[in-house]
C-alpha cells in the first residue's frame, strides 16, 4: 500500500531530478547554444539517462525553452524583489538598476540564453523567448511603472518619459558590457578588470542620483546608501571568460 510519505518522497525525487536536468541544461545550452548543445551532455552532467531526460521534457527544444524560462524567473524574481524594498521609489530604481549590472556581472547563464533568443527574435526566428515575455518580463514591467509614478507623484522623482527612465537604468549597462571588447582596443584599458567593473557600478548609479531626482543632494544621498547596502558580487569575471569561451569553440568550429 502506497503512503502518504510514499507518494511525497517519490515527488520529492523527481523535482530533484527534473531540477538536476534543468541545472545541467542551463549550462550547457548557454554554453553552446541550442543547434550546438548536446542532450547526452545534459543527461551525464545530470546524472540521469536521456530515456529519462526525454520522460521529463519532450525533446531538445521543449527542454531548451523550459531551462530559459527556469533562469529567466530566477533572475526576474530578483529584480521584482529589489521594488518591493522598504526605501523610497527613487531609492528603489537605483536598487533596480543596480541589481541588473549585477545580473549581467555574475549571471553569466542568463546573460548568455538571452543574447541567443534576441538574436533569433530579431531575424523572425521561431523562440523560446515570446511564450514568456508575458508571464516572466511584463510583470516587472508593470512594477517598474507603478513604482516610477510613486516617485512622480511624490516628487522625488522628475517626470519624463517612463521608458527613458528605464533605458537609462539599464540600457547603460548593457551597451558598457557588450562595447567592452572595443572599448579595450581603445583605450588599453580592460572595462572587465575588478576595479573597472566596481568604478563602472558605482559611476553608474551616482549618475542616476544626479539625473532622475528633482533634489541632486537628495539623489547623491540615495545612491550612496544604496551602493553601501548592495556589495559587489565576486564572480563576475564570468562574462568575460563566456566570451572568449564562445570564440574558441567559434574558431574550433571553423576549422
Do not use: W
Amino acid at each position: 500500500m502506497t503512503t502518504a510519505n510514499t507518494v511525497r518522497t517519490q515527488a520529492e525525487r523527481a523535482d530533484q531530478t527534473r531540477g538536476r536536468i534543468l541545472d545541467a541544461a542551463i549550462h550547457e545550452f548557454s554554453e553552446n547554444g541550442l543547434a550546438g548543445a548536446r542532450t547526452d551532455q545534459i543527461a551525464e552532467a545530470a546524472g540521469v539517462n536521456k530515456a529519462l531526460l526525454y520522460y521529463y521534457f519532450k525533446g531538445k527544444d521543449a527542454l531548451y525553452g523550459a531551462a530559459l524560462a527556469a533562469v529567466a524567473q530566477q533572475v526576474v524574481g530578483s529584480g521584482l524583489a529589489v521594488m518591493e524594498l522598504d526605501c523610497s521609489a527613487g531609492e528603489r530604481l537605483l536598487h533596480f538598476a543596480l541589481n541588473h549590472f549585477d545580473r549581467i556581472h555574475s549571471q553569466r547563464p542568463f546573460q548568455s540564453l538571452m543574447q541567443q533568443e534576441m538574436i533569433r527574435l530579431h531575424r523572425g526566428e521561431e523562440n523560446a523567448l515570446t511564450p514568456i515575455v508575458e508571464t516572466v518580463f511584463k510583470p516587472m514591467m508593470v512594477r517598474f511603472r507603478e513604482v516610477y509614478a510613486e516617485g512622480k507623484q511624490t516628487g522625488e522623482l522628475i517626470t519624463v518619459d517612463e521608458m527613458q527612465i528605464m533605458y537609462a537604468g539599464l540600457g547603460a549597462n548593457v551597451f558598457y558590457f557588450l562595447s567592452a571588447p572595443v572599448v579595450d582596443m581603445m583605450t588599453g584599458r580592460d572595462p572587465f578588470e575588478p576595479t573597472a567593473l566596481e568604478h563602472r557600478r558605482r559611476a553608474a548609479i551616482e549618475y542616476l542620483g544626479q539625473t532622475i531626482f528633482t533634489d541632486r543632494q537628495h539623489g547623491a544621498e540615495a545612491a550612496g546608501l544604496v551602493l553601501e547596502r548592495t556589495p559587489m558580487p565576486r564572480n563576475g569575471t564570468t562574462f568575460k571568460r563566456v566570451m572568449k569561451t564562445r570564440e574558441v569553440r567559434e574558431d574550433e568550429r571553423t576549422q
